[in-house]
């Protein structure tokens, strides 16, 4: 035994040697605690386990990480080495972190949507505007910006209308009308094919949010309308984008059209479309392959601000001050 573990150390002597005089005693102790635990234990697994505990010795998380592999069953450890032969750490939890923020985001909105105590402008508002793939799979580029163009455009549509624009040096595209009703314009920027040295705006999304409990009737609908033919009439626009706009209330009343086509003498512009925050959340969980269903244990036991607090914590704007 003393043998065996002697050449598991041997084997791990570099990795050692980067260790503190503590540290090297612990592993030592740790082999030969192995060792003597298991006699018949071959050469090859009692040096990889060495090097195993050495590299645990080293991160932070060593020790915690160490805790969570003895408590794991039989067949976790094996799903978790399947994990480990096809996937790097790095890349799983991209695609953990991802799967795990869209969820967030969808299982908060749910939650709050319906709740009649909800701050909407500074909660659900701001949920929903910093997800545009809630919208579609069209708007899943990271390309959508809040430029100088939309700034204007965004300045011209909404100042006559007592208009509050957030955090204005920093986000112009956001504001906040009256009736606690919450816009955003942003847009996908492309080279112009006839010059490819200017830019020119490709695609225009436009979220405009109803507060909690409100009811879309026509006149919302055709106020969306009238935002999209101001934009594409507006003359600071450049190039012909397409612009798609989103009207979003607590429910839709019978008889109003959800889905309308903007086109002119050569061609369709626009399109606007007005949902529920209800249609958004299931639409989502469909798109997500229903996994908030699968993986409902895990999100139904977690509070509804640290789910907000999860959310939040992602960078992709600042919060609304207002």
């Keep these: 035994m003393e043998e065996a573990s002697a050449d598991a150390l041997t084997q791990n002597r570099s990795e050692l040697s980067a260790l503190g005089q503590g540290a090297r005693l612990e592993v030592a102790e740790f082999t030969k605690a192995i060792a003597q635990a298991h006699p018949t234990i071959s050469p090859d697994f009692l040096a990889t386990a060495v090097k195993a505990v050495i590299n645990l010795e080293k991160s932070k998380s060593g020790a915690a990480l ?12 094996d799903g978790l080495d399947q994990l480990l032969t096809e996937w790097s750490i790095k890349d799983a939890l991209r695609v953990l972190d991802e799967i795990d923020s869209r969820i967030s985001v969808i299982e908060t909105i749910r939650r709050l949507a319906d709740d009649p105590h909800t701050d909407e402008l500074h909660t659900l508002h701001p949920l929903i505007l910093r997800a545009r793939w809630l919208f579609g799979p069209e708007f899943e580029s990271q390309e959508y910006c809040s430029n100088a163009t939309l700034q204007t455009v965004a300045r011209e549509l909404f100042n006559n209308r007592e208009a509050q624009f957030i955090n204005e040096k920093n986000r112009p595209d956001i504001v ?27 695609n225009i999304l436009l979220i405009e949010l109803k507060k909690g409990g409100f009811e879309l009737t026509r006149k919302e609908v055709n106020q969306a309308d009238g935002y999209v033919q101001d934009i594409a009439a507006s003359g600071a626009v450049s190039g012909t984008p397409y612009i798609c706009a989103w009207v979003v209330g607590q429910k839709v009343a019978a008889g109003v059209a959800k889905d309308k086509t903007l086109r002119n003498e050569s061609r369709d512009y626009g399109r606007v479309r007005a949902t529920t925050f209800g249609t958004l959340v299931d639409t989502a969980n469909r798109r997500l392959l229903k996994l908030r269903d699968v993986l409902a244990t895990r999100y139904g036991s977690v509070s509804t601000d640290a789910l907000l607090n999860r959310v939040f914590a992602q960078p992709d704007q600042g919060n609304i001050g207002i």
């Excluded at 160490?66 to 450890?77: A, E, F, G, R």
């Excluded at 009736?179 to 830019?199: H, M, N, R, V």
């Design 66 to 77: 160490l805790h969570k592999l003895s408590t794991l069953l039989p067949d976790d450890v």
């Design 176 to 202: 906040v009308l009256p009736d606690k009703t919450s816009c955003q314009l942003t847009g996908i920027e492309t080279f112009d094919p006839a010059d490819p040295t200017l830019t020119q705006l490709q």
